[in-house]
């Protein structure tokens, strides 16, 4: 009891709203720990290792392959690039693999209108083992973070105690605000926390971070994605209201483009995340993803509905013996977006459905528009039965707008 008492004490004297007015919007764009990971063989694999050479080429990708210009702008460093410390104590990057140092890096972002984020650990040594930031260095990285002109900051939790963590995290929120530089803050301190309340406070969290990893890492299978999946719908009454502008879930990394799933899959995942209101970091080799894949991670529509200003995050609104669910998530101008989702197994199930049983409004008449498909479903009102035609382990994505009050007209 006394432990639980102690940090909560502590940072009521410390807190320090965040209020840095970054990620209106949920933030977009790459992330090299899922497919890259701690690869630092640059002899055996120069293409592929952690290095600023692989920075470089993912950024002159998202350059010109359309992806900064649909909104994936952050390009982010993940765990291994640090070198060490120097005598007074500032971190440096490994010299072999980042010659030219970070500051170099986030120029060559932002000359390309990107921006550079990175990563570091509130602890003794970050999750791969290179020096960590102990709490006598939390002001001091941040210094050093933003004079390399970083835009963004990934701190993760591993070798701390949650006592640090209490009071590592709303002490590095306030040391990237003192360094006056907008600095995005990722923290990955609930996901050591279990996720829930009470030892994760959502309300402090929403302070002082503007993403929260809330669970365990996504790897590269549909199995990890439906864990992850499982996870965030079994707690939405819980992680659905705190999201919002500014502070968002962070469900961990899109696959598409890699190994681990199918077609279906791949739509599955982007469509499901796009409705928790879930950064897009996509975490995938840009210079050989197939056109297939970047159909699915550049749809305009997709991009939209992630991206509405509300910021609301969605949730599952219904779940069917037949093992199909309904997600919606409420999007300005009165649409929403509905995920018709299938855990099935067999074959494309034809899940028979109306707006009525998915409780809209009566008095409006809607129209509907197929996220992936682009055809436009007219003329739909609540007592309308349709039907959708859904992959296994696949979705149907609708973007729903109303087109006429029935109300009004008859006024
Ligand atoms: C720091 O916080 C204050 C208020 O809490 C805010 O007005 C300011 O924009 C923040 N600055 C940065 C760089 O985040
Ligand atoms: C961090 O390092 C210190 C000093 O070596 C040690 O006492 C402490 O137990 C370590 N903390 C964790 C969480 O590993
Ligand atoms: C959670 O944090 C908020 C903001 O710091 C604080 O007002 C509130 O008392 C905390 N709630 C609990 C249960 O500790
Ligand atoms: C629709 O509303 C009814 C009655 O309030 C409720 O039982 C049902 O779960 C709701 N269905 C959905 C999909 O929200
Ligand atoms: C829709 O289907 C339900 C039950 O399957 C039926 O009762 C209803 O009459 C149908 N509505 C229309 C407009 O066809």
Redesign the pocket.
């Known amino acids: 009891m006394l432990l639980k008492t102690v940090p909560l004490l502590v940072l009521v004297a410390q807190v320090?709203?965040?209020?840095?007015?970054?990620l209106r919007t949920p933030p977009m764009g790459w992330l090299a720990w899922e497919r890259f990971r701690c690869n630092t063989n640059c002899d055996e694999d120069p293409k592929n290792c952690i290095s600023e050479r692989l920075f470089m080429e993912m950024a002159d990708r998202m350059a010109q392959d359309g992806w900064r210009d649909l909104g994936y702008t952050y390009l982010n460093i993940d765990d291994c690039w640090i070198g060490g410390r120097d005598a007074s104590g500032y971190l440096v990057p490994d010299p072999k693999r980042f010659p030219h140092g970070i500051s170099f890096l986030a120029d060559y972002a932002h000359s390309l209108g990107l921006k550079l984020g990175i990563y570091e650990d509130i602890g003794n040594l970050t999750c791969m083992g290179y020096p960590g930031t102990t709490l006598d260095k939390v002001d001091q990285d941040a210094q050093t973070f933003a004079e390399w002109k970083v835009d963004m900051l990934k701190l993760d939790g591993c070798f701390s105690t949650p006592m640090e963590r209490a009071i590592g995290y709303p002490k590095m929120a306030a040391a990237?605000?003192?360094?006056?530089?907008?600095?995005a803050f990722s923290c990955s301190w609930p996901a050591y926390e279990g996720g829930l309340p009470p030892r994760v406070n959502y309300t402090l969290l929403a302070d002082i971070c503007n993403l929260w990893r809330n669970y365990d890492d996504i790897q590269d299978s549909w199995k990890s994605v439906l864990s992850i999946l499982d996870w965030f719908v079994q707690y939405q009454d819980i992680l659905q209201p705190v999201a919002g502008p500014g502070h968002w879930n962070d469900p961990d990394m899109l696959l598409i483009g890699n190994f681990g799933l199918s077609f279906e899959q791949a739509r599955a995942q982007m469509a499901l995340w796009t409705v928790l209101a879930a950064p897009l970091f996509m975490s995938t080799d840009l210079r050989t993803i197939s056109f297939q894949s970047m159909d699915i991670l550049q749809n305009p529509l997709m991009i939209k509905i992630n991206q509405d200003h509300l910021g609301i995050q969605g949730r599952r609104i219904y779940k069917d013996k037949s093992h199909i669910e309904v997600y919606m998530r409420p999007l300005s101008g009165e649409a929403s977006a509905l995920v018709f989702f299938s855990r099935r197994t067999d074959m494309p199930y034809h899940y028979h459905s109306s707006l009525a049983q998915l409780n809209f409004s009566r008095s409006i008449i809607y129209e509907a528009q197929d996220v992936y498909s682009g055809d436009v479903i007219s003329d739909l009102r609540v007592e309308t039965n349709f039907t959708v035609i859904i992959n296994p382990s696949g979705v149907v994505m609708w973007y729903l707008y109303p087109i006429k009050n029935l109300e009004m007209f008859q006024q």
């Open positions: 320090l709203m965040l209020e840095n007015g970054l990237l605000n003192a360094t006056g530089r907008p600095i």
